[in-house]
């Protein structure tokens, strides 16, 4: 079916559906699973120290002979020594976020690493596109975890425009229908993070993949505006907090503190309340938990129905 779409050609993949590179359980059984079923399984660095990500990408090679990425947030401490582990491991695809990854672009490509940073802006695509990434995914604002200001439908088609390299949708994709909308605006390509969440081989705590099964199509909220990193999450107790503290008139470092740690409270330790259950807003329309290799085959197997439904309301 995706035999001539350019990103599976580029690197490698059956199908041109990414998986989100999410902290915490973004973690090498997720990614193996999603690129053993077709896609691309992306390991979520996050601010993970190199030793400990150097466990994971070994630990991903030996479940899975297909292609993978690694997803590096370019404000982590480790910034550096983790792109030399991305040399040394010889991982396949690095999507960055959180920056310009410009710098380290020249010595990914010579060591045959394909780039592919996560943007929320046209300048941003354009930009990193003159510094020779191979790819660019535009993810608009339905997604979780820290996001930009446009949504998706309008920031994808403007960036479709705007580069001459392939563009992958992320923001809101959790079926065939949204896969078909994606490919309508110009992409070649989705990324998913919140569908993989409620997936059998996501690590996620059951009360974390309980709480996403629950939500409605208003359950998020977005957090930090003020601190100028903008988050979505499920509404609960600690953003309750939060925004009371912002309204008191907090200071920037009360409100770092009050986030630190909160990610890994709710994914490992199932502390929904009082932990930051980052999510996308496509929640409100996850009702199951399907295996990995289940998700991608209801995504694909219903790509034709998706585009039949689309062609018999303008043919």
């Not at 010595?107 to 592919?116: D, F, M, P, Q, S």
Request: aromatic letters at 4%; a negative charge.
């Amino acid at each position: 079916m995706f035999e001539n779409n350019v990103i599976c050609k580029m690197l490698g993949i059956k199908y041109p559906i990414f998986q989100g590179g999410m902290a915490w359980i973004g973690t090498a059984e997720l990614a193996s699973a999603v690129s053993n079923a077709g896609g691309l399984g992306i390991i979520g660095a996050g601010h993970m120290p190199p030793d400990i990500l150097k466990k994971e990408i070994q630990k991903c090679k030996e479940r899975t002979d297909k292609p993978f990425g690694v997803n590096i947030m370019l404000m982590s401490p480790f910034v550096k020594e983790v792109m030399q582990l991305m040399l040394d491991e010889k991982v396949p695809i690095v999507a960055t976020g959180a920056g310009n990854p410009g710098e380290y672009v020249p010595a990914l490509k010579e060591n045959g690493t394909k780039v592919i940073p996560v943007v929320a802006s046209v300048a941003l695509a354009k930009r990193l596109v003159k510094g020779g990434v191979d790819a660019v995914i535009a993810e608009g604002s339905e997604s979780g975890g820290h996001i930009g200001e446009i949504s998706t439908m309008p920031l994808v088609p403007q960036v479709v425009d705007a580069v001459d390299v392939p563009v992958i949708a992320a923001g809101g994709f959790a079926d065939s229908r949204g896969m078909a909308a994606a490919f309508a605006l110009g992409a070649h390509g989705i990324q998913m993070g919140s569908r993989f969440v409620v997936s059998k081989e996501c690590i996620a705590h059951p009360n974390y993949k309980e709480i996403v099964l629950k939500a409605k199509d208003r359950s998020t909220v977005v957090t930090g505006r003020t601190l100028g990193h903008p988050v979505r999450v499920i509404a609960n107790k600690l953003t309750k907090q939060f925004f009371e503290m912002e309204a008191a008139g907090a200071s920037n470092e009360e409100l770092e503190q009050l986030g630190t740690g909160k990610l890994h409270l709710a994914t490992h330790k199932g502390d929904v309340e009082n932990g930051s259950v980052m999510i996308g807003q496509i929640s409100g329309m996850l009702d199951d938990i399907k295996s990995v290799q289940e998700i991608i085959d209801d995504i694909v197997n219903g790509l034709p129905k998706a585009v039949e439904n689309l062609q018999s309301n303008y043919i």
